[in-house]
């Protein structure tokens, strides 16, 4: 069982930047890869990045690729989402979660088994 708590969002001015924490609670934190998601409203959620347990290996949705970067610390069972250049576009609830079942490259929401709460980005003209 691992418990994540999000936080870091908030508004932001297009162009600008904001560091996404995911802390992990729980057992066997290294054991797990980790995702990051993201819902806007009306919409459905969407695979944002991804972190094998090792951290070795990363994967980019196209859409953030080059503005975003994934990184975890084992030392604090703490994944990050570091997003600079964001755009209007980039505004939704962040959802961190954890696979132990399926690659680290598995960009599908059902491969997850447990998730935060969210936390909200908003990105302002």
């Known amino acids: 069982q691992v418990q994540l708590v999000e936080s870091g969002g908030g508004l932001v001015q297009a162009g600008g930047s904001l560091r996404l924490s995911c802390a992990a609670s729980?057992?066997?934190?290294?054991?797990?890869?980790m995702g990051w998601f993201r819902q806007a409203p009306g919409k459905e959620r969407e695979f944002v990045a991804a972190?094998?347990?090792?951290?070795?290996?990363?994967y980019y949705a196209d859409s953030v690729k080059g503005r975003f970067t994934i990184s975890r610390d084992g030392a604090k069972n703490t994944v990050y989402l570091q997003m600079n250049s964001l755009k209007l576009e980039d505004t939704a609830a962040y959802f961190c979660?954890?696979?132990?079942?399926?690659?680290?490259?598995?960009?599908?929401?059902?491969?997850?088994?447990?998730w935060g709460q969210g936390t909200q980005v908003t990105v302002s003209s």
């Open positions: 729980g057992r066997s934190f290294s054991n797990y890869n």
């Open positions: 972190i094998s347990a090792s951290g070795t290996n990363t």
């Open positions: 979660a954890a696979n132990v079942r399926f690659p680290s490259s598995t960009r599908r929401s059902v491969a997850y088994d447990y």
